[in-house]
């Protein structure tokens, strides 16, 4: 062959005992021979052309990433205001004339990657990998500022809190410094009745949820009574039709349980400051009435609405004792007061009537009455604070506003 002479290589041929090609992917066969002859395949079937791009993509398409917490707020309630020690061996320190918020956060850890391209079937140009999950025992001021981590009490459980629905409820007792809160929707490892100090130490499990009649328990609403040495709080059962639903008593450790109603469906219950009362509600079909009991669970009944004169009965959901203890907010129903049955004060404050929270997820739910107002927080929206005459109502903490970067 004339040494001159361009050549033009068509196939594959040996040279000096080495292969030796004309076109890159001819080298795939023999590189790959388990595959068989992928030039082929490629020149003739383009899906598989696809099927190499997205795997480029996906091991090789990410342009840059970002690190991002994604926060839910939970349950709330107020308590004394808290210095934690600043040394180890120190303790905190408490301040009863001042009121601070305890709350529960649940904050999911994820790196977003962004693609060169867009995802063939999604359509998404980044791709989001979680790096782990983590809730936290927290408190602010009342006007939402000095926002501090006490405590990482779960690292990682089984499952997260689902904030979908109302999953978690929280009661501080003042006078023993103790929180009790229930987690109904998670993973078992977590849910049931809990509690701890309020600087985060001693955390305890007292009531762990169990099959009953193949339905499992769900624990709600603790409350203490106001000396701390018992616990009131909602028994039922999930995915029953009707609901079912009891309210019970126990003590510190979850022991000595005893049942203060029957049901089938009584919720939400609310010790008065005095520890003489209990507030629930009972439900009656679809209709939800604010109820009455001794803290024995004698005397039970509807609290009277002389307002009503068809009915004659509150309804609503929630309850939460005014701190004097003479007056009950409860969603639907407003503010009455306890004596009279009278309504104070209807319905609640409405986003839709305050222009500047238009477009945010706010309401009076979940409340907590407290010296400064009612705080509420409501299936992971976040926590709010409406004044006790229900015309103002502040934003503390929105979670769908709390995605921060790292």
């Known amino acids: 062959m004339n040494n001159n002479t361009e050549q033009t290589l068509t196939s594959p041929i040996r040279a000096n005992g080495i292969t030796i090609f004309s076109k890159p992917w001819e080298r795939w066969s023999c590189i790959l021979p388990k595959l068989g002859n992928m030039s082929f395949l490629l020149r003739t079937r383009p899906i598989f052309m696809a099927i190499l791009l997205m795997a480029a993509n996906h091991f090789c398409g990410i342009a840059h990433a970002q690190d991002f917490n994604n926060i839910e707020y939970l349950c709330c309630d107020w308590g004394p205001a808290m210095t934690l020690p600043a040394k180890t061996n120190e303790v905190a320190q408490f301040n009863d004339a001042e009121d601070e918020i305890y709350f529960l956060k649940q904050i999911t850890s994820f790196t977003r990657k962004k693609r060169v391209s867009k995802e063939l079937f999604s359509g998404r140009d980044y791709e989001d990998i979680g790096k782990g999950l983590s809730i936290y025992l927290c408190k602010m001021k009342a006007d939402g500022s000095d926002k501090i981590e006490i405590k990482e009490l779960w ?115 609310n010790l008065s400051p005095d520890g003489k009362q209990i507030a629930y509600i009972h439900w009656e079909g679809w209709a939800s009435l604010l109820w009455i009991m001794k803290v024995d669970g004698s005397n039970a009944h509807p609290l009277p609405n002389p307002d009503d004169k068809r009915k004659g009965r509150h309804g609503g959901t929630y309850p939460a004792w005014s701190p004097e203890g003479r007056q009950i907010f409860a969603m639907s129903a407003g503010i009455v007061a306890v004596a009279s049955g009278k309504q104070i004060k209807y319905g609640k404050p409405m986003i839709q009537d305050i222009p500047e929270l238009q477009g945010k997820n706010a309401n009076v739910v979940m409340p907590h009455w407290g010296r400064a107002g009612l705080l509420c927080g409501g299936w992971g929206g976040g926590i709010q604070l409406a004044d006790e005459k229900l015309e103002k109502l502040w934003i503390l903490a929105t979670s769908d506003n709390e995605m921060a970067k790292k």
């Open 155 to 269: 690292k990682n459980p089984a499952y997260p809190i689902d904030t979908q629905t109302q999953s978690t409820w929280m009661s501080v007792n003042t006078k023993t410094r103790m929180i009790a809160f229930s987690i109904t929707y998670a993973g078992s490892d977590i849910t049931g009745l809990w509690t701890l100090k309020l600087d985060g130490t001693g955390l305890k499990r007292i009531i762990e949820p169990r099959l009953v009649e193949e339905r499992k328990q769900a624990i709600n609403h603790p409350c203490w009574t106001p000396d701390g040495s018992h616990i009131v709080y909602e028994e039922g059962l999930r995915g029953t039709h009707p609901r079912r639903a009891r309210i019970a008593s126990c003590d510190t450790m979850g022991a000595s349980r005893i049942y203060l109603t029957a049901g089938p469906e009584d919720r939400q219950p």
